[in-house]
C-alpha cells in the first residue's frame, strides 16, 4: 500500500493503525511515515504550507497547520490540539499536496 493511500485509512481508521484521532498522535504517525522515506513523502510540504500562509517559513509542517487552521476557523490557540476539524484540515492539504506533488 502506498503512503498517502495509507494516510487516507489512517484518517478513517485510526484505531487500526493504534492511533486515538488526535492531532498530535497523526503528527507523530505521520512523522514517522517521513522519516521511514527518508524524507521523501514530506519534501516541499513545509515551504508549501508556508506559502499558502504567507508566512511562517521558520516553522515546522505541524504548527503550520495549525496556522492555517487558525487563520480559516478564527479559533483561539489553546483549542487547536483537541478539535476534529484541525485533523480533517491536515489530511486534507496532505492529500491535496501529495497529489499535486505527485503530478
Given at each position: 500500500m502506498e503512503f498517502p493511500t495509507r494516510l487516507r485509512d489512517a484518517h478513517r481508521r485510526p484505531g487500526a493503525y493504534g492511533l486515538d484521532g488526535s492531532y498530535l498522535n497523526y503528527v507523530a504517525?505521520?512523522?514517522g511515515g517521513d522519516a521511514?522515506?527518508?524524507?521523501?513523502?514530506l519534501r516541499?510540504?513545509?515551504p508549501w504550507l508556508a506559502e499558502r500562509l504567507g508566512h511562517g517559513t521558520n516553522l515546522v509542517?505541524?504548527?503550520?497547520?495549525?496556522e492555517i487552521y487558525a487563520a480559516e476557523a478564527n479559533?483561539?490557540?489553546d483549542a487547536r490540539l483537541a478539535n476534529e476539524d484541525l485533523c480533517n484540515l491536515l489530511f486534507s492539504?496532505?492529500?491535496e499536496y501529495l497529489?499535486?506533488?505527485a503530478a
Open positions: 504517525f505521520i512523522n521511514a522515506t527518508d524524507g521523501e513523502l516541499g510540504f513545509r509542517w505541524w504548527a503550520l497547520v495549525q479559533v483561539p490557540s492539504l496532505l492529500s497529489a499535486g506533488d
